[in-house]
């Protein structure tokens, strides 16, 4: 079964300061991950994917994420906040099956940006 | 996004009542998705759709049924609408495997 763990539900972070939402997989084969972020009342946007090329991942915003397979992580990064970046922000991994892939979501993270 | 829209945006409905949420796409995607929102939760997927009239279920289909008798139209029903069923649905679509998600912007259900 492949499954994502968002670890800390919030996350606070002073403007300029470096943001940090983690995320751990579990899979039984090389996954397809994905980082979206959700603004208040809007649906998804997607941020970033790795689907096996580059493990270094640049997404929109500034954002990278690293997969990292020794430590099942796909951790998201952000040098410097941004008041604009206050949001929440879903891992997700996708399941391939006979029809087609299912994309399954981690609990989300919310971030705060302190000003 | 524009190509993907949900309707209504909000609803309140009564214990027992079926309920049809509707999600009508201009992408010409192949696949789509219902999902339900619940704080704690996150997203859980309630039924997808591989293609015209071929749809399978999700992790939390219980109460829910979907049709999709076009390309373009994917609804989801519920059948007996119940306090439980207060969330946010939200439609996506995937043009292919692995591509990634577009979504709507939601539906708030209020099941009172």
């Keep these: 079964a492949q499954s994502v763990t968002q670890l800390g539900s919030h996350v606070s972070v ?19 991950l994905f980082w979206y972020v959700q603004y208040p009342n809007q649906g998804l946007q997607l941020l970033l994917k790795y689907t096996s090329a580059a493990t270094l991942v640049k997404g929109i915003n500034g954002f990278e994420a690293e997969f990292k397979k020794s430590e099942t992580s796909f951790h998201l990064t952000k040098p410097s906040a941004h008041m604009s970046d206050a949001a929440e922000y879903f891992c997700a991994v996708s399941r391939s099956s006979n029809t087609g892939n299912q994309f399954y979501f981690g609990t989300g993270t919310s971030l705060t940006v302190i000003p | 996004d524009a190509g993907i829209t949900q309707s209504p945006r909000h609803k309140v409905t009564e214990t027992g009542t079926p309920v049809t949420l509707r999600c009508h796409q201009t992408e010409n995607h192949r696949y789509m998705y219902w999902y339900r929102q619940d704080p704690g939760h ?38 007996s609408a119940t306090s439980s069923q207060t969330s946010v649905y939200f439609c996506a679509t995937n043009r292919q495997d692995n591509y990634g998600y577009t979504f709507g912007s939601g539906t708030r259900l209020t099941v009172v």
């Design chain 1, 14 to 32: 002073s403007e300029g300061a470096l943001v940090l939402l983690r995320c751990n997989y579990s899979s039984s084969v090389p996954p397809y």
């Design chain 2, 42 to 79: 996150g997203l859980r997927l309630i039924h997808y759709s591989y293609g015209v009239k071929d749809t399978d279920k999700g992790e939390v289909s219980d109460g829910y049924s979907v049709s999709r008798s076009k390309t373009e139209d994917f609804l989801l029903t519920l059948e």
